[in-house]
């Protein structure tokens, strides 16, 4: 923690560090200090990109004190999301906020009720009523269509509520949230070791990211150094998690569009991907490699040589289907100027991963942190301008040849330090600290407090989809109703990672 | 008297021998699509076990619909079953009952009833699916008319049956070869194809004829979904027998049409929404050429 704070100075010192957004907000989050005598606190977490470094300030409220804190969302407009759900877990009121609806709990949770107090049971069950409005447009021939929660394909649930004038979309709001597993507080009291099996079932797209925030917040804490040959790995399998995505996701985008060729190409390299993951993990979606220390299994030769040939033949697939989607006017004439986020919305919204690169603002933890093999990887973000699909499309692909070269280059670091050690051994005491990492959609960001027994106190996930859905509802604005799915798809937020 | 009855029942004979066979079209067009992709496909008479699978079904209706959400999937069926007794076809010595506009005119009837009961159930996908079926019927109307002028200013008549092509192959005018690529055209779009509409998408958000569908269930959507069927049947055998200069079998015209429906279906993907008068523009143009030119 770089500086402690009282509540009613928060929205200044936030204003100091923010800088007018040079040091974008990366999360902010409740935490119950009442257990140890104190009160309520809030964290507020900063990127310092230069220093690669995140400036966390806290505010400490008086036990017993007023519940409220002026709202930043007027200066830092990212906080918005932040300060709602802090409100609804916490019961903690930021004053001012422009749209204090809730975010989280739906309306069958009782008014007065804050999960993540340490007064509320892990299994405690509740059942009330509470308002929970949409925003809608109102006008003379205007018109809602409410979407989901249940869709007809097979995704997570959301709700999207469109405010529209004939074919084009005026508002979006969307209620998310739907299925709340309340993850954070069912970690603590828990070791790390326990609570490593549930952060990485958060989400199935980035269990490498998670496990990899997860476990760099406990080997902060315990002051453990992950030896070499399991950095390597963990970067390695974090490469292998981006291209298993990125592939997923060029597939998919399509699908939104009706190009039949495309979507089967995306879908059987995404399949051979997936089977690679499971000849290394065991699972297809490499859960279980990473542990708080290092690795728990090696890659072995044969499985470098599986990998090789697996990459070479999908590299060779997404070239096709590169050259697909560039050939097939109808295709460009669709994603091109389409769903158009701009730079000065990515950076107020503090937007990462692709969403971010796509709109010309270069935020990548990879370059941003000194993290796992990165710095020596000689890395750097891909960025395009337009902010469409079309860019975030092209980002993807981009991407990926950055992420096949980097394979290359680790499997080649593998084979030079056989037979080194895995894992080192973690000592836990208490503490708190961060851990961040690049998922296939963004950054990804967890905050991690032990207590004197090494078990968790306090567990803070920010996956990459959080900063990113509101951006999702500003990109929609203008375009028309049905290029609404494949506006979606570009994006490919997670329901599951807000869901924690 | 006599002779009239006979032709009469020749029609209905032909409308259900198109209807039998329909499903086995549309199942054809999807095994086409499948195999393009490198996938296996369901098998082509899958549409029928879809078709036996919704008429065990009950039909489940909102308790906002009027009568004419149940009327309009059999108004919708009759208009193709009668367009398809209408249609020249298979058999010598039918009714030339077929006059060209009430053919196309009986067809915007399925379509209209279509429209309102997309908009009976008051949800918001129905309401959608419907207007873009009327903004598309706008601008596929004029290219189905101008196609007929066509072989009527050839022939000098307006019954479709005195406009079949004469297959001696002297036939091979730049009238007709520009009036073959229209009217394929207008096929597309008026049969909720690629890249107008996606036929199997379950976007609700991008959907026209499938958006009308989406409250209907049991027999009702077995009946829409069979006229559907019927009336991309019709259309085929309308232009193998008006617009396609070869003298092959009908049959086989149909065929090589539905597998060119299926490539072309791949080789496409959906465009916007609003681009669609661009495409139909351009149906347009060839077809007024190919007025010129006759």
């Given at each position: ?17 923010y800088?007018?957004?040079?040091h974008?907000?990366?999360a ?10 104190a ?8 990127e310092?990109p ?10 400490a409220?008086?036990?017993?004190g007023?519940?409220?804190?002026p ?7 990212a ?6 759900e ?19 709990l739906?309306?069958?949770y009782?008014e ?7 007064s ?5 069950k ?7 409005k ?6 003379q021939?205007l ?16 709700h999207?509520?469109?405010?529209q ?21 069912a ?15 958060i ?10 925030s997860f476990?760099?917040?406990?080997e ?9 040959r ?10 292998l ?19 039949n060729?495309?979507?089967?190409l995306?879908s ?15 699972n ?19 499985l ?11 590299a ?17 004439n ?5 769903g158009?986020v ?11 991963g692709?969403g971010?690169?796509a709109?010309?603002?270069a ?13 020596e990887l000689?890395?750097?973000p891909?960025?395009?301008?337009m902010?469409d ?10 991407e ?18 056989q037979?080194m ?9 208490g503490?708190?600290?961060w ?5 296939p959609?963004g950054s990804?960001f ?5 207590d004197?027994?090494g078990?968790?106190d ?11 859905w509101?951006?999702l509802?500003i ?7 049905p290029?609404?799915?494949l506006?979606n798809?570009s ?10 | ?5 006979e ?8 409308a259900?021998v198109?209807?039998?066979f ?25 549409e ?5 699978k919704?008429w065990?079904k ?24 009668l ?10 010595g039918?009714?030339?009952i077929?006059?060209a506009f ?20 008051a949800?918001?996908?129905?309401g ?21 002028l066509?072989?009527s ?8 049956s ?17 009036a ?16 107008v509409?996606?036929?199997?998408t ?10 009308m ?9 077995a ?7 019927l ?10 027998a008006?617009?396609?200069?070869l003298?092959?079998?009908?049959a086989?015209k ?7 429906i299926?490539?072309?279906e ?17 149906a347009i ?10």
């Amino acid at each position: 923690m770089d500086k402690l704070i009282s509540p009613e100075s928060l929205l200044a010192a936030a204003e100091q560090v923010y800088a007018q957004g040079q040091h974008p907000l990366t999360a902010m989050f409740g935490r119950d200090e009442t257990a140890q005598g104190a009160g309520y606190a809030i964290y507020c977490c900063f990127e310092l990109p230069e220093k690669k470094d995140i400036c966390v300030v806290k505010a400490a409220f008086e036990p017993e004190g007023s519940l409220s804190y002026p709202s930043l969302t007027h200066a830092i407009p990212a906080a918005a999301w932040y300060e709602r759900e802090i409100k609804d877990m916490f019961g903690l009121t930021a004053e001012g906020h422009p749209d204090l609806r809730p975010l989280v709990l739906h309306e069958s949770y009782p008014e007065d009720f804050y999960p993540l107090r340490k007064s509320v049971r892990v299994n405690a069950k509740v059942r009330g009523e509470r308002q929970f409005k949409m925003r809608t447009a109102k006008g003379q021939g205007l018109f809602e269509v409410p979407v989901g929660p249940i869709h007809a394909g097979i995704i997570e649930p959301g709700h999207f509520r469109f405010s529209q004038a004939g074919e084009s979309m005026l508002q979006l709001d969307a209620k998310l949230f739907f299925t709340h597993r309340g993850l954070e507080k069912a970690v603590e009291g828990k070791t790390p070791a326990e609570a490593l099996h549930i952060v990485e079932r958060i989400c199935g797209a980035c269990s490498i990211a998670n496990t990899w925030s997860f476990c760099q917040a406990a080997e902060k804490i315990a002051g453990a150094a992950v030896p070499r040959r399991a950095e390597i790995i963990r970067t390695l399998l974090s490469e292998l998690e981006r291209i298993t995505n990125h592939v997923g996701d060029l597939g998919n985008m399509p699908a939104g569009v009706g190009f039949n060729p495309a979507i089967s190409l995306g879908s059987r390299l995404k399949e051979q991907l997936m089977r690679l993951c499971e000849g290394i993990a065991g699972n297809r979606f490499l859960r279980g490699m990473i542990v708080p220390g290092g690795v728990r299994q090696d890659i072995t030769q044969e499985l470098i040589e599986e990998i090789h040939s697996t990459l070479d033949d999908v590299a060779e697939g997404v070239e096709d289907l590169a050259a697909m989607f560039r050939e097939q006017e109808n295709f460009q004439n669709r994603i091109r100027t389409t769903g158009i986020v701009r730079t000065k919305t990515a950076k107020d919204l503090a937007m990462v991963g692709v969403g971010a690169r796509a709109s010309g603002y270069a935020h990548d933890s990879r370059s941003d942190f000194a993290y796992g093999i990165y710095p020596e990887l000689d890395f750097k973000p891909y960025t395009k301008t337009m902010g469409d699909v079309a860019a975030r499309l092209l980002v993807r692909i981009g991407e990926l040849s950055a992420s096949f070269e980097m394979a290359d280059k680790l499997l080649e670091m593998l084979e030079n330090c056989q037979g080194m050690p895995l894992c080192a051994d973690v000592e836990y005491c208490g503490g708190e600290a961060w851990g961040i990492s690049e998922s296939p959609r963004g950054s990804n960001f967890h905050f991690l407090a032990l207590d004197g027994a090494g078990r968790i106190d306090r567990l803070f996930v920010r996956s990459a989809s959080y900063p990113n859905w509101p951006a999702l509802t500003i990109a929609v604005q203008g375009d028309i109703i049905p290029d609404f799915p494949l506006i979606n798809k570009s994006f490919e937020l997670c329901y599951a990672c807000i869901d924690r | 008297m006599g002779y009239i009855l006979e032709g009469l029942a020749l029609n209905i004979v032909q409308a259900l021998v198109l209807l039998a066979f329909a499903p086995l079209l549309a199942g054809i067009i999807s095994k086409v699509k499948a195999r393009l992709q490198k996938r296996q496909g369901a098998s082509v008479l899958q549409e029928y076990f879809d078709l036996r699978k919704w008429w065990r079904k009950p039909v489940i209706l909102t308790p906002y619909t009027s009568s004419i959400f149940i009327l309009a999937p059999i108004v919708y069926f009759m208009t193709s079953f009668l367009a398809a007794a209408m249609v020249p076809g298979f058999l010598a010595g039918q009714l030339t009952i077929s006059d060209a506009f009430v053919f196309v005119y009986i067809l915007a009837l399925g379509r209209f009833f279509m429209s309102l009961s997309s908009m009976d159930a008051a949800t918001a996908f129905g309401g959608m699916g419907g207007a873009r079926e009327i903004y598309i019927s706008v601008l596929v109307e004029p290219a189905v008319m101008l196609a007929i002028l066509i072989n009527s200013l050839r022939y000098h008549t307006t019954t479709l049956s005195g406009m079949v092509i004469d297959y001696d192959g002297a036939y091979f005018t730049v009238s007709a070869a520009l009036a073959c690529v229209a009217f394929f055209l207008v096929i597309l779009a008026e049969n909720c194809r690629l890249p107008v509409d996606n036929p199997d998408t379950h976007l609700e958000l991008t959907m026209i004829h499938e958006g009308m569908t989406l409250e209907y269930s049991g027999p009702l959507l077995a009946l829409i979904h069979l006229g559907s069927m019927l009336k991309m049947m019709v259309f085929l055998t309308l232009f193998g027998a008006l617009y396609l200069p070869l003298s092959v079998p009908l049959a086989v015209k149909i065929l090589c049409c539905a597998v060119l429906i299926g490539v072309v279906e791949i080789l496409n993907n959906k465009m916007r929404l609003f681009k669609v008068r661009v495409y139909m523009g351009a149906a347009i143009v060839l077809l007024l050429l190919a007025i010129i030119a006759e």
